[in-house]
């Protein structure tokens, strides 16, 4: 079976929306669950830094090596927060880990500046 041009774009789109969902839903997940503010805070911190890197990639802005590897370094921090912050669902630590590291794998291949 041969992937057509418009097949590829939509495998591409499709991956490229996940890391925008899975924090909305986690972060969703998070504020609903029965912690107290403190922890709702410590668990939000990591999602909401997930979107604004989510948000900077897609962002029309010119791409450097300093912001690259920020980002990545920034992403890879979302990937450890799934083991290290302890959140109300196993499911959810999950998620970010997940997420943290394919953020991180669309700033090291994905936004490189062309020299």
Known sequence: MQLDNYDNKLIVLASAVVPGVIPCIVGIVEVRSEMKLAGKIRTLVPVILALSIFVVFLAPIPSSH????????????????????????????????VTGLILALFWIFFSQPRV
């Open 66 to 97: 300093v912001l690259s590897r920020s980002m990545t370094v920034l992403s890879f921090m979302v990937g450890i927060s799934g083991a290290v912050v302890r959140y109300s669902r196993k499911s959810s630590s999950i998620l970010m880990a």
